[in-house]
């Protein structure tokens, strides 16, 4: 504990720098930033402050100690196990909520569905309403009227 303790406050001294920005660029603009320039590189963020380009080449510079070729392997090993076992726990838990929701519904817990449109994920419901009541319908523009002259 008293490792992490000191870890802790030891601080960043490649990241701080960047996020002592915040003040005068907010937070919202310095993710922003950092964003453009993992995307589309250093040179598309105009007037970047060399706090970020030295966070971004940092980020660049790979370490002396760290093998490529292990991290290649075990990223190799992960993708196989990740195809093979994602679509199974996705259906799993898929069947756990059913069964869950089956056996609420035998058990009596009528609130649980009367409140379910309320807890459902927001992106979910918004997307099963445009399906069904589009709302992009188009429609023959309004004649322009001329210019008056």
């Known amino acids: 504990m008293t490792l992490i303790r000191a870890y802790t406050f030891m601080g960043d001294r490649v990241a701080d720098p960047y996020a002592a920005l915040m003040p005068k660029y ?17 040179e598309s963020v105009a007037d970047a402050p060399p706090e970020l380009r030295g966070f971004i080449a940092a980020m660049e510079t790979v370490p002396d100690w760290l ?7 075990g990223a190799r090993i992960e993708r196989a196990a990740m195809a093979i076992m994602s679509p199974i726990a996705i259906r799993a838990a898929f069947i756990a909520a059913l069964r869950d929701l089956a056996m609420a519904a035998k058990a009596g817990d009528t609130a649980r569905f009367l409140g379910a449109p309320y807890y459902a994920p927001r992106r979910r419901l918004d997307e099963t309403r445009a399906a069904r009541t589009p ?12 210019a008056a002259e």
């Not at 907010?26 to 250093?42: N, P, S, T, Y």
């Not at 093998?67 to 392997?73: C, F, N």
């Not at 992009?136 to 009227?145: D, Q, T």
């Open 26 to 42: 907010g937070f919202k603009r310095l993710i922003e930033m950092v964003d453009q320039a993992c995307r589309h590189g250093i």
């Open 67 to 73: 093998d490529m070729a292990m991290v290649e392997e």
């Open 135 to 146: 709302v992009l319908r188009w429609r023959r523009p309004a004649p322009v009227k001329d």
